[in-house]
């Protein structure tokens, strides 16, 4: 999903790394608004989740391979601002070791951390609103928005691609590539993403800012113990 260097023509990447910038912006400000003391080391240990896990890459199909996005997982953890924040830090760290080239750092940044995360985020309310309000539907709601954000993505790169693109490519082969290739790696990112959210939820549900609402509810109830054991 990284965009190298020369990929898109220049107007196109110097467009998207001013409208990154102004995301940026924002998305630092929204986040001093809401996020909370305790969710800053979250936020940390989330960034460096998704550069370990943007390092691996699994196979897909004909000779491809795909790897972690993590803007929803971010989004999910510590907030959709915080999450694009997250995933930004470490697609800045990536550049520079060429994962991801320098001048096509604000497209990157636009399709695997604002799309990912704010779009992801948005599904995943939308699919808590209709779901029951219990544990395992925050679970699978995350699940189906990462997977989804994935191919979101895709379609943002195909957008760029059609405005911008420097290689001789038909359009109609680049949308098929990209979307039937993310569909396949959204699989992968709904399952990682579902088994992360409820890993935590099941240690530390306060945590979760996409289940701030429940809690309450999720934590644990001590045990008290009574003269026959405990009840």
Known sequence: MHIPDGFINAGTSA?????AAGGVSVAVKKTSDYMEDKQVPLAGLTAAFVFAVQMLNFPVAAGTSGHLLGGALAAILVGPWAGALCV???LIVQAFFADGGITALGLNILDMSFI?????YALFVGLRRVLPKQRWSIVIASGIAAGVSVVLSSLAFFVQFTVGGNVDLRLGSVLAAMVGVHTLVGVGEGVITAATVGLVLGVRPDLVYGARDL??????KPQVRTAG???
């Not at 467009?15 to 409208?19: C, K, T």
């Not at 990912?116 to 992801?120: E, I, P, R």
């Open 229 to 231: 054991g405990l009840s």
């Open 15 to 19: 467009g998207a790394a001013v409208i």
């Open 215 to 220: 809690a309450t509810r999720l934590e644990l």
């Open 88 to 90: 930004t830090v470490v």
């Open 116 to 120: 990912t995360a704010l779009g992801g």
